[in-house]
């Protein structure tokens, strides 16, 4: 069992400040948060973590994924092991592999906003875009300041309504 630097009662708490921060704040919580997904409190999978980004960035997908597993098999409790092989088999195109890593960083973490707006961005690609709104909505329910997501609602929602003449 890993140790974790950020305790789950920490983590709520940044949560629950993000969720009423003012647009000026917000930034500041969304990195506190982020920071915190990125620790697992071993060294040894915070290694394999950076070295699947590092492939991920470098487009080695293939080498993501195996560092991502790895870090999977090792330490199954930690949620953004299974956030980064899902983004690695979205840009796989390989959506049902990505879900159900979704579904496990949910289950571990479910006010994980990125894990929530990556669903959203998938359902859009299936060209599910009722769901991806619902997503969408989900995650700025977490993180009202979350960049881009009022335009991604305002897009998706006018195409599936239509627009008023």
Known sequence: ML???????????????????SEQDAPRLEAEIEDAWQ????AAMDLLLERGQDALAAGDTAAAIDHFSALIDHAPDFAEGYNARAAAF?????????IT???HVLTLDPRHFTAITGL??????M??????IEAYRAALAIHP????????????????DGQEI
Do not use: C, N, W
């Open 39 to 42: 620790k697992s409190g071993s």
């Open 120 to 125: 959203a961005l998938m359902l859009e690609e």
């Open 145 to 160: 300041h979350l960049a881009g997501i009022r335009d991604s609602i305002d897009r998706l929602t006018a195409e599936t």
């Open 127 to 132: 060209d599910r875009p009722k769901e991806a």
């Open 90 to 98: 979205f840009q796989e195109g390989e959506f049902g592999p990505a």
């Open 3 to 21: 140790a974790s630097p950020v305790g789950a009662a920490d983590l709520d708490a940044l949560y629950d400040r993000l969720a009423t921060a």
């Open 101 to 103: 890593d979704i579904g």
